[in-house]
């Protein structure tokens, strides 16, 4: 739909630093980038004062339940969650009922995100319903314009079962993408291995679980060639060995998830099934060092692993609940905290939230049109897709569960005062959040 936009007064944020500009969008992509345009007639003028104006956000990580878990969230809701968190586009990840491991899934998925607020684009999964054995048929899934794979809940155990779809991903220039957690090391447990855990009496998921896969995986990546990406890193020794697999050469990149750079395990003290996730939240120096670690950009993105969970499988003793827990709406503000608050650097902010995870999932302009999407993550420049946000990074806000586009609760931040406040959210070109609200 042709929507004739203009955002007026903010500080646009480009890849090379800020500048004190409007934009006019028309046709679904930026038309003008200047400074004091006059407002075209009919347009609808955007109040972007004391704000950022920068690519809309793209989450890596988001489960959006559907199929299948419905009760725990849709796509719609899951994208409605996304566009109130800045967002413009979102990876669906596989761990669906059914899985997203054959065409007719992925198919479905695409098609229920064309009908949400944002764009959707489904991750395929590594093995056939994630079940760590036989390939997916990542070919087939390719050709519907999937480029991430991962059987995300669980990671792929075997080293040989990795291997292979690592050399079947090169061939098809895909990206393999694992939650790093040995289940022979970490199995049964439900928060972090430590002295903690021994207290409470509950069995943990110790470190060792993570880093051991993620150095075999880095080893197995060198070994193959092969474009490797891990989810949810959780502790410093990970971190270290991302950073030397880089410094070889090897194709990786990493993520973390806003939980792991604000909360640690202490919040598992009151046994609430809130602070359950997995990886689990580690102690205070790993988070410390996690939060150090997106400031020196030794982490290419900052990533949801928004995990909708019903009441019926959460709100249950800690040791029998569901893991995971909420993301897409509290993602900005706590990220805009771990890199410094009013210090914060707007560029590194929209390097973490959007331009590497847009360049990782494929979604930039080129790649984009493999999915029948538009380009997300570019930088700010006229003629490019106009998915953008403008955010306020002064108003604080107070998250209430009660108040989440959501249709899940599982949040650990309620009642929490977060300082950075989404204002406008456009996805190719339309007005899908204004000032806070949606638009339809
Ligand atoms: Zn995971």
Known sequence: M???IMIQGGTAVFDSGTRQVDLIIRDGV???IGERLSVPAGAEVLNAEQAWVGP???DLHAHLREPGGEAAETVASGAAAGVKGGYSALVAMPNTVPAIDSVPVAAHVLDLGRRSMLDVVPAGAITIDRAGERS?????LAALGLTFFTDDGMGVQRAGVMRRAMLYAKGLRLTLAQHCEDESLAGGGCMNASALSSRLGLAGRPAIAEEAMVARDLLLAEHTGASLHLLHLSTARSLEMVKAAKARGIAVTAEVA???FTLTEACCEGYDPLFKVHPPLRGAS???AL??????REIDAVATDHAPHAPETKDRPFDEATPGMLGLETAFGLTLEALGGDDADPVLLFELLSRNPARIAK??????RRHGLSAHGGDLSVGSDANLVVVDPSTSWVVDRNQLASLARNTPYDGRTIRGRIRHTVVAGSLVLNDGEFTR
């Open 2 to 4: 042709a929507e004739l």
């Open 30 to 32: 930026i038309a003008e």
């Open 56 to 58: 809309g956000f793209v």
């Open 136 to 140: 997916a048929p990542m070919g087939e």
């Open 258 to 260: 806003p939980h792991h």
């Open 286 to 288: 790993d988070v410390q």
């Open 291 to 296: 939060a150090q670690g997106l400031r020196m």
């Open 363 to 368: 979604l930039t302009a080129g790649d984009e």
